[in-house]
């Protein structure tokens, strides 16, 4: 049994894998991690409601899971997902694997305008922390994943993750830049 996690406004005792988007990263799911404090990193406000941390537990025995690490494969999959492909890896009941940061449509963007090939642009998806992901992609799994509880998340601690994350993505993008420019230099 592994314990998961995922930040909200309601309370998800039985989560519904269709409600997702289709062009996230690991495609249409009901998305957790396994880390509590990159699930509060998502917590958000919104006026007039409340803001829950809902934990899980997820029995893995039987269901078809994919696990992924930065990787060409992992990059190709998620742009084919951000693409709205079909999902090239339906077979699996549970997708993990890094969360891909959220320039990756800036990476795409530099790609097709012809400024770096795709292996640098991989490159650039390489930099930042590395945070997992797990997406339920299935009612099989969805029937695996067992409520455990839910908690809401007081202004101060989301404010202080927020905090947090602006730092994070601060020190993110100077990486970014730094390192778009040795790209971009070494080709002339």
Partial sequence: MKELFHTGFQIIEKPDIKAGRKNADFG???????????????ARERKGQTTYLNRYELDTEGL???????????FEYIYANRANYPDLLAEYDVIAGPIANDTLYDT??????G???????LQLLMLGGTYEQIVIKTEKAAAALRFMSAESIPHEKIAA????????????????????????????
Avoid: C, H, P
């Fill in 115 to 121: 400024l770096i090939a795709k292996e640098d642009a």
């Fill in 108 to 113: 795409w963007g530099i790609i097709v305008s």
């Fill in 64 to 74: 078809n899971v994919k696990y992924f690490t930065r990787s060409a494969e992992w």
């Fill in 161 to 188: 993750y927020r905090e947090t994350v602006r730092r994070e993505e601060e020190r993110y993008q100077q990486e970014f830049v730094e390192e778009l420019s040795k790209i971009t230099e070494g080709e002339d």
């Fill in 28 to 42: 249409q799911g009901f998305y957790l991690s396994d880390d509590i404090e990159f699930s509060m990193r998502w």
